[in-house]
């Protein structure tokens, strides 16, 4: 069978995470991707570190599947190769700074005037236009601006997530955007001017934060582990370490005190008996459920509450993600080619019954830049030419 995204065409002026984590799906489902570089030193994240057997874990993670063209947009030789290489391609993504792309003329009204039927898509962190338009937008400062950092932390102190949030929410809205242009493409022949903003991203996953400040006036708390409206639902001490537990209804509760805690008078008291008691309550709700979940080593605790249907989950480290059953038994993990040799990556979520998404290898800087130009009609001498002067890069 073949992937839903094979014969498709993917160009991208990209940089970083937000754009490259888009068409990093593309190419998982089959897209060829054209991914355009700098000349010199190619992609930012290339060298955010060295992780990876000296290559960047950013760029490793974000870039398998695409091959490599560097060109030096700047120039007119280079920027003639880059629209003509649109001219060829079904989407073009960029994620330059506001405005940049405009001034390439490389605008979307520009391109889609002369194909139609072309899907362009702008990443950016606040929208093309608004006040904010200019401001520079890495991860942190668009958790910042968006609430995010307001709540995530403990009441102590505020934190920004573990990942790139911002980011990831804007490439996977621009992931499916294309998506949805093409399918429209299918029906109708028309093409899409795609806009997808960090900021409203972050803006739409703040969810029932959002709606909670919106309609009560109040500042959803930060909370760390524990759930803001739910009790007991928090980290939970054990012998050995910690478990998470989350407690989603007054049944839940009762099963905790009685099949698991120890301490069925707990069920029905006043104080402990329906959420909106426990929340009230929490700090004596959480002392009562830690001093009894510490006279338990992780898996015997984690065994009852199984036992008894209450969710629970181990508060594991990045290593013990790695290593977790769930991913062996379930073959998520395959090898894919680098520059210095094979590594292991996850399988992208979404699992086709029929067809395995096609986790390419990650391309050296500028690795298929003659193979590229010479689809252009361009021969060896004439890449040689553009190479020694700069318009392109093409690796020794």
């Known amino acids: 069978m073949t992937l839903p995204l094979e014969g498709f065409t993917v160009v991208s002026l990209e940089q970083a995470v937000a754009a490259p984590f888009a068409t990093r799906q593309l190419a998982d489902q089959g897209a060829r991707v054209l991914k355009i570089e700098r000349v010199d030193g190619g992609d930012f994240a290339r060298a955010y570190d060295t992780s990876v057997r000296g290559m960047g874990s950013h760029f490793v993670w974000l870039n398998r599947g695409k091959e490599s063209v560097a060109l030096d947009v700047k120039t007119g030789e280079g920027l003639a190769l880059l629209r003509e290489l649109i001219g060829r391609a079904d989407v073009f993504v960029q994620n330059l700074a506001p405005g940049a792309a405009a001034r390439l003329g490389l605008s979307a009204a520009e391109l889609r005037a002369q194909r139609p039927e072309l899907v362009v898509v702008d990443l950016s962190g606040y929208g093309s236009s608004g006040p904010y338009r ?133 069920a029905e008291d006043p104080e402990y008996a329906t959420n909106a008691a426990r929340v009230r309550n929490r700090s004596e709700v959480d002392a009562t459920v830690a001093a009894a979940t510490k006279g338990f080593v992780t898996e015997d605790l984690v065994a009852r509450l199984d036992a008894a249907g209450i969710a629970s989950a181990r508060v594991n480290t990045v290593r013990e993600l790695i290593e977790h059953p769930q991913l062996s038994e379930r073959d998520r993990w395959r090898s894919v080619d680098t520059p210095v040799g094979p590594i292991r990556a996850v399988l992208p979520p979404a699992t086709f019954a029929d067809v395995e998404a096609r986790m390419g290898a990650v391309p050296a800087h500028g690795q298929h830049t003659a193979a590229v130009l010479a689809e252009l009609g361009r021969d060896p001498a004439a890449v040689a030419d553009l190479a020694e002067r700069g318009v392109v890069f093409v690796p020794e």
């Not at 920004?160 to 998506?179: F, N, R, W």
């Not at 959803?220 to 054990?238: C, E, F, N, Q, W």
């Open 134 to 266: 200019d401001r520079k937008a890495y991860d942190l400062l668009v958790q910042s601006e968006g609430g995010l950092v307001s709540i995530t932390g403990t009441p102590d102190a505020p934190a920004k997530t573990g990942i790139p949030t911002a980011d990831i929410g804007a490439g996977m809205y621009a992931y499916s955007g294309v998506l949805a242009a093409l399918l429209r493409r299918g029906r109708t022949g028309e093409g899409a001017h795609i806009e997808v903003a960090m900021l409203d991203a972050v803006a739409e996953w703040m969810g029932h934060p959002l709606y909670l400040a919106a309609y009560t006036g109040e500042q959803p708390p930060r909370t760390g582990l524990s759930h803001p409206v739910i009790a007991p639902y928090d980290a939970y001490p054990t012998a050995d370490g910690e478990v998470l537990i989350g407690i989603q209804n007054d049944r839940g509760w009762r099963s905790l005190v009685t099949e698991v805690l120890g301490r069925p008078e707990l």
